[in-house]
């Protein structure tokens, strides 16, 4: 992997490193829900809100002064669908109705729904896919620019929505509607809320909408706003995707992929328990990531009620209070964490496999061609660099990415310039030591 870090605008030296989201891949689980202090502040509630949600007559009832106050939250997760295989299909209209699949190497990454049909699915292996379906249309996928870019156009347009957008990879994003709700229930004002207020498309579970539960009334203009979401995407850029929406990051995400593709699901909170007890195990719960599952199925946790009802202390003891506590709260579903907008990369980073590389010379032509990508972003990003990163992965057998190397150095303050007066040249020039 080669990266550019810290970068940022020449005028600018505020910018710290921090890794480009998308492309690390390394216990992004455990990174995404961080612990979070549980800072409840239960006088923030209006007596509407406060009364656990009970109808006092005025639709504004509904409103919380303090749009973190969890359980009065309203969140979505947007997940595009098939997202390199829409956007393949963006680039080459003639490919829309038939079967796609896009690979990186021998590795089919993801297939439209029509592959999908025949039983293509992602991480196959490019043969097994061609057997499932001989007419499947294979796609290199190993040019990330066009995904990247649709994907932070995706970001921009949900920042129209609210500034609460976190990005969750290229093609998932949290939204933070809490206020948009909050604006929509003022509209509605003293007049109450309509009696034919309805979710929109699916509700967890199927349970009925109660107009006079403030919280079921916060939900469904929740799901109105997301249609609207994903019917912008849809118009603007030309891309479908599904939606989960819910009173925190956690639930969101969990129901969004209940209904595939391009439909979303509400989760109203009698339903929480259901949907946290249908997952199979803690490993399925965004925020557990793989090595904290192993912990825990060394623990002889294997379920979600088996670390519900196990005692904390002693999970405490294990895993420290933080994190025990942590997931403890998120096996009942209960997540603090906010909407947290991350703004531009700090790093832009690239890779390949040197695996077919045998000599110096083919290692020199493969840095180079990273390279001279990652200084085509750099120049369209147009903010400064202050170190370069080269990072060695090599892999064995039992462990994927077995001893990870790498070596840096400041960027030379003359790049800019340079790359702004004479481009980027497609020769650059590599000096590879043999040791
Ligand atoms: P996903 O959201 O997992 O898949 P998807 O959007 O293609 O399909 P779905 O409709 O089920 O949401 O991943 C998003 C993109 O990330 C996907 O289009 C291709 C890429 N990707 C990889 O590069 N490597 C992988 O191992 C996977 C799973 C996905
Ligand atoms: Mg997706």
Redesign the pocket.
Known sequence: MMEFNECGPAADPQYSLQEEEEEEDDDDDEREWRCTVDCINRSLLTPAAAASGELTGDSYNYAIQDTDVPGYRVIVHI????????VEMIRNPEFKGFPLA?H?KH?V???N?EARKYGVS??MSVSEAKEKCPHVILVC?EDLTP?REISYKITELLEGFSPLVERL????NFVDITKLVEKRLQQIGSGGVPADLSVIDHVYGNRALNTADAKHVRLALGSQIAAEMRTAIYNRVGLTG?AGIASNKLLAKLVS?TF??NQQTTLLPESIQDCMGSLMHPGQVPGIGPKTAQHLAFLRIGTIRGLQTFPLDLLEKDLGVCAAQRIHKLSFGVDDSSVTPRGPPQSLSDEDSFRRCSSLVEIRIKIESLLICLLTRLQKDGRTPRTIRLTIRRTSATNKWFNRESRQCPVPNQLMQKLNTEGVKTKCSIRVKPD
């Open positions: 997940d595009l669908d098939c997202f390199y295989a829409q896009v990186q590795l990454v993801t297939c729904y992602k991480i996928g995904y990879g290229f093609d998932e599904s992929g595939k593709p």
